[in-house]
């Protein structure tokens, strides 16, 4: 009884033990994670919630970063936290590393043993008796995390733009009166908008009395805080995987993962920063347009009392500036609360009033039917010029004529079959034999042989390397061969060889296939090239590759000559079944299985 070529495969490469890895939640001294595998080098959390490793942030750049496990809908990944987020190192040759002196790469962490990910999202430095020296949770950027304590220590630090994650301008801080208060931090100019600067802390519902400075976001949706603060999120209750975020536009909201906006109880203002140049303008030239629940804080020019919006017109109307209840020299920290009683004119001129803005009186949902018009169903048809509507129908029609002539003269030209460089309906291109000759140099470097023809390296336009096949039995029609390398290109799998594409012309079959650098498994089966780890890999992938011919395909394809030459590998040991010269297609139900 002889053996199969794959079972052959299979204990040669299955010859010695083995043993099987699993994600790690931890890295050891000596160990590392390398930038160039961002999704193979990560630790990930013991439940499976949470993955850190490195992240791109832009062209050649990454963070090591924390995120979510699952993916959003969109593939796009949560992040929780990043590692020195203002420098992101090099996407290449860039590494975390735990030396075996106890010091951590990018990080001076001291004589530490053990960097861990625990299952709340906390990145930790800890030693092996379980000290911990560093933690991610006490460093946040623009995240909370439940159970992950905001302190007078810590402040959470938006981004600067979506796409720019570096610091940006709004911040979550603990004041030093103890309460917890929003600032917009920008290059000119810093002030605190939430809560309201005007109300004292008892009127925001705070307290200073307090002064142990810490805030926590409950699993379940609830964020409490030293000064009083709380809320409860609209879906409050144990289950979804929360975070609070310090959004790019001063907002702080909490989310679920994936994210979904939800509101606090207590409203907080929108936050915004507008600057307007002065400019005189006539007033006569200018009018106002009323923004209700709105309010630029701070630069009063003065106050005045009991002034109705006729007499604050007429008093401050003089071309210097914009004005609210208080006439304004600046407009900063702008914001809109639906609780804001007040309401704030801004002069604009008239042009832009009546171009872009009309007055919305009190807003009602009553709709009477008193008003209602009915509309004219009759319409008068104007009289066109029958001239120009003759002329245009005339470029058309000639357009169209001229169109079909071209589409005609390109069909009956066309190149006949086998020649040009054509795009057929297999999926991938048609070469000429020419460019395949002088892409070989006249077939002239050979790199393997088998029973089904001689393959020979080529370079194609792009410097893309080939593997060019002369299939040896060209006694086949083109209709037959065609409708092989048709059912080729609908072939998809990663274990099988990429084709990029084929020749029919004359008595000349070949085909063209990405070039593996490492060549055949045959050639490397007996080196030390391959440990076992990969051996274990070529032998999996190449079962999986064959299922999918014999298996998982409408019509199966066939093999019929796996040997170790056939089995190529790329150069990273990455094995694709190739040579399909031979494959046989029948169609399912119409062979027994048991013959084979």
Not at 22 to 28: A, M, V
Not at 466 to 477: P, S, T
Not at 485 to 497: A, D, F, K, Q
Request: hydrophobic share 35%; aromatic share 12%; glycine share 8%.
């Amino acid at each position: 009884m002889g053996f199969s070529p794959l079972l052959l495969i299979l204990c040669l490469l299955l010859s010695l033990p083995f043993s099987s890895s699993s994600p790690h939640n931890s890295l050891t001294k000596g160990s590392s994670l390398s930038v160039e595998k961002p999704d193979e080098d990560v630790l990930i959390s013991e439940n499976g919630i949470f993955t850190s490793g490195f992240h791109p942030v832009g062209d050649n750049a990454y963070c090591f970063a924390i995120w979510f496990t699952e993916l959003l809908h969109n593939g796009y990944k949560t992040i929780v936290w990043k590692a020195n987020r203002d420098k992101p190192v090099n996407g290449r040759r860039s590494k975390l590393s735990l030396l075996k002196t106890g010091n951590l790469v990018l990080t001076d962490a001291g004589e530490l043993s053990e960097l861990k990910l625990r299952n709340d999202g906390n990145l930790i430095l800890q030693t092996l008796d379980g000290v911990i020296h560093w933690q991610s949770f006490e460093s946040p950027t623009d995240t909370l995390l439940p159970q992950q304590p905001l302190t007078k220590y810590t402040r959470l630090i938006s981004s600067r733009s979506q796409t720019n994650y570096s610091s940006g301008f709004y911040q979550l801080f603990f004041d030093d009166d103890n309460i917890l208060r929003l600032v917009y931090s920008g290059p000119e100019i810093s002030s605190v908008f939430w809560p309201n600067p005007w109300d004292n802390s008892w009127q925001a519902g705070r307290s200073t009395n307090n002064n142990s400075k810490i805030a926590i976001l409950y699993p379940s949706g609830q964020f409490v805080s030293s000064d009083s603060f709380g809320f409860l999120s609209s879906d409050f209750g144990t289950g979804p995987l929360r975070r609070l975020t310090m959004d790019v536009d001063g907002n702080l909201r909490p989310s679920l993962n994936p994210a979904t906006f939800m509101a606090f109880v207590e409203p907080i203002v929108s936050a915004l920063m507008l600057m307007i140049p002065v400019e005189d303008v006539l007033a006569e030239k200018s009018g106002f347009i009323q923004l209700r629940h709105v309010d630029f804080y701070g630069f009063d020019e003065g106050y005045y009392e009991n002034y109705t919006v006729e007499q604050c017109e007429k008093e401050f109307f003089n071309g210097k500036g914009f004005h609210l209840c208080y006439p304004k020299t600046w407009l900063f920290n702008g914001f809109r609360a639906l609780d804001f009683i007040s309401t704030m004119y801004l002069r604009v001129p008239k042009t832009v009033l009546a171009a872009h803005y009309k007055p919305v009186q009190n807003l009602s949902w009553n709709c009477s039917s008193q008003f209602s018009t009915q509309l004219s169903r009759t319409y008068k048809k104007k009289q066109g010029n029958e001239s120009l509507k003759f002329m245009v129908w005339f470029a058309c029609a000639s357009g169209g004529f001229e169109f079909i002539v071209i589409v005609c003269f390109l069909y009956y030209t066309r190149q006949p079959s086998g020649s040009g460089y054509l795009q057929v309906a297999t999926g991938f291109k048609r070469f000429t034999y020419a460019k395949l000759k002088k892409a070989s140099r006249n077939f002239s470097e050979e790199i393997g042989r088998g029973g089904g023809g001689v393959v020979y390296k080529g370079i194609l336009s792009g410097n893309r390397v080939a593997a060019i096949k002369v299939l040896k039995e060209a006694n086949q029609g083109e209709g037959e061969f065609l409708a092989e390398v048709s059912t080729i290109g609908r072939l998809s799998h990663m274990n099988l060889i990429e084709t990029w594409g084929y020749c029919a012309e004359g008595k000349y079959r070949l085909m063209v296939y990405r070039h593996m650098d490492h060549g055949s498994l045959a050639e490397n089966l007996y080196s030390n090239k391959l440990d076992w780890e990969k051996r274990l890999e070529i032998a999996i992938g190449t079962a999986k590759g064959l299922t999918y011919l014999h298996e998982e395909l409408l019509e199966w394809v066939l093999h019929c000559d796996v040997e170790p030459q056939n089995i190529r590998l790329d150069s990273n040991y990455k094995l694709k079944v190739a040579d399909f010269g031979l494959s046989k297609l029948l169609r399912r139900g119409g062979i027994d299985n048991s013959n084979f």
